[in-house]
C-alpha cells in the first residue's frame, strides 16, 4: 500500500507531468482527436518555442491541458471530482513551481513519438506499471481524493488511458473527492 509520504516525493509530479504530456499528444493525434488543439505536436512547439523559448513544452501541455480539462469536465463533472487535468490544488501547485530539467530525457523522446500513436502509447505503457484496465469507454472512477495522491492512483489513471487509446474508445478516468479541503 502506498503511503500518503510519497505524495511528498518529488516524483510523483514529475510522473503527473509526464502522463499529462502523453495523453495531450495522444489525445491530439486521435482519429477523430479527443480535443481540438494543436499544441502537442512539431508545429504547435515550434510556434511556442517563439514565444516562450526556454518553457515551450511546459507552455504547451498548459495550454493543451485547458482543452484536454475541458472536455474531461464534461464527461465526468465538475463538482465532487478530480481528473488528471484538475487535480487538488495542493498538487497544481506543485507541479507548476516545477522547473523545466534539462537532464530529463522524456521531454525530447516525446516529441520525436508526437504524431505517431503508436510510439505514444509505447511511452505510455510503463507509466502503467502492469496495471490492466478494461476497455468500457466514457467516465471511469478509479479511486478517490487520496488515491490520485498516490503511484498506485496515477498508475491506474495510465492504464484506463492506455487501453482507451489502443481501442480508440474515449475513457476519463476521475477521483472522487471524499475528505475534507477537497473542492467539492
Request: proline content about 8%.
Amino acid at each position: 500500500m502506498t503511503t500518503k509520504n510519497e505524495t511528498q516525493k518529488p516524483e510523483l509530479p514529475l510522473l503527473i507531468l509526464h502522463l499529462r504530456a502523453v495523453v495531450l499528444a495522444l489525445g491530439e493525434s486521435a482519429s477523430p482527436p479527443w480535443w481540438k488543439t494543436e499544441f502537442m505536436n512539431e508545429t504547435g512547439l515550434r510556434f511556442l518555442e517563439r514565444l516562450y523559448p526556454r518553457t515551450a513544452f511546459h507552455a504547451a501541455v498548459h495550454a493543451a491541458g485547458k482543452a484536454a480539462g475541458d472536455a474531461h469536465d464534461r464527461a465526468v463533472g465538475r463538482v465532487g471530482v478530480y481528473h488528471l487535468f484538475r487535480l487538488p490544488e495542493s498538487l497544481e501547485a506543485e507541479l507548476h513551481r516545477m522547473p523545466p530539467d534539462p537532464a530529463d530525457d522524456f521531454f525530447p523522446t516525446l516529441r520525436n513519438a508526437m504524431g505517431r500513436p503508436e510510439e505514444l502509447r509505447e511511452l505510455l505503457a510503463p507509466m502503467c506499471g502492469g496495471e490492466r484496465a478494461d476497455d468500457a469507454p466514457g467516465a471511469r472512477k478509479i479511486g478517490t481524493d487520496e488515491d490520485i495522491m498516490t503511484k498506485a492512483g496515477i498508475r491506474k489513471t495510465a492504464a484506463v488511458y492506455h487501453t482507451a487509446f489502443a481501442r480508440n474508445k474515449p475513457a476519463f478516468p476521475y477521483f472522487t473527492a471524499e475528505t475534507d479541503g477537497g473542492r467539492g
